[in-house]
């Protein structure tokens, strides 16, 4: 069974401050898919990321940046110098590779940042 | 291109009645799924449409059923309605071969149920 767990519930911050949101994904295919998605206040998911298990290179786009490590079965997502805007609920999401695959998300990690 | 479009946006429902929600996703999208986040339980897939065709289920009821139509239209229908129904209910659509080939999906603003 696929499963993704997201153990921080909660990360207050301060901008400017890095910060690091952890995600640990279990799933016996050879080929699966990594995904980070955020939600603002206003409720809708907004796509930020797209990882196949085949690919563990590191990405950065400005701000962030993700760290992918099968090894561990890790992909983790980092903000540096962290704005207020940036408060958000972020889930992180793993899929298969074949057809009836399901999207399943981890529960979530809320992030608020103050100024 | 217009974003994935859900309506109603708010309902308001009694315990027994029945919903019907609506999503339209963006144009030339053929796969459509639907979630269902709720404080408690977060996040939780209900099914994916691709070409008019139920390719996926989640784990709910068979009170929660759906569709799609030719134009890639789908609804949402949960029959016999409990309070813990009470969600957002989300719309995603993905282009090319949906989720089987790992494409990212693109959400709606979503449909807040209350049940009381």
């Known amino acids: 069974a696929q499963k993704v767990t997201q153990a921080q519930t909660e990360i207050s911050v301060v901008e400017k401050e890095d910060v690091t949101l952890d995600c640990v994904y279990e799933t016996r295919d050879t080929t699966y898919y990594l995904f980070w998605y955020k939600q603002p206040p206003s409720g809708e998911l907004v796509f930020l990321i797209r990882?196949?298990?085949?690919?563990?290179q590191n990405e950065i786009s400005g701000r962030y940046s993700w760290n992918f490590q099968k090894s561990t079965s890790s992909f983790n997502f980092t903000i540096t110098a962290s704005q207020v805007v940036d408060s958000a609920v972020y889930f992180c999401?793993?899929?298969?590779?074949?057809?009836?695959?399901?999207?399943?998300f981890g529960k979530g990690t809320t992030l608020s940042v103050s100024s | 291109k217009a974003g994935v479009t859900q309506t109603p946006r708010y309902l308001i429902k009694t315990r027994g009645q029945q919903v019907t929600l609506s999503c339209s996703p963006i144009?030339?999208?053929?796969?459509v799924s639907w979630y269902q986040q709720t404080p408690g339980q977060g996040l939780q897939f209900l099914f994916e449409?691709?070409?008019?065709?139920?390719?996926n289920k989640g784990n709910f009821p068979g009170r929660f059923s759906g569709r799609q139509f030719s134009n890639s239209r789908s609804e949402m229908n949960v029959s016999t309605l409990e309070l813990g129904d009470s969600a957002l209910y989300l719309c995603?659509?993905?282009?090319?071969?949906?989720?089987?080939?790992?494409?990212?999906?693109?959400f709606g603003p979503g449909t807040r149920l209350t049940v009381l």
């Open positions: 144009s030339g999208h053929r796969s």
């Open positions: 999401a793993l899929s298969g590779n074949q057809a009836g695959t399901a999207l399943i």
């Open positions: 995603a659509s993905s282009p090319d071969k949906g989720l089987a080939k790992g494409n990212e999906q693109f």
């Open positions: 990882r196949n298990s085949f690919d563990e």
């Open positions: 449409y691709f070409s008019e065709t139920q390719r």
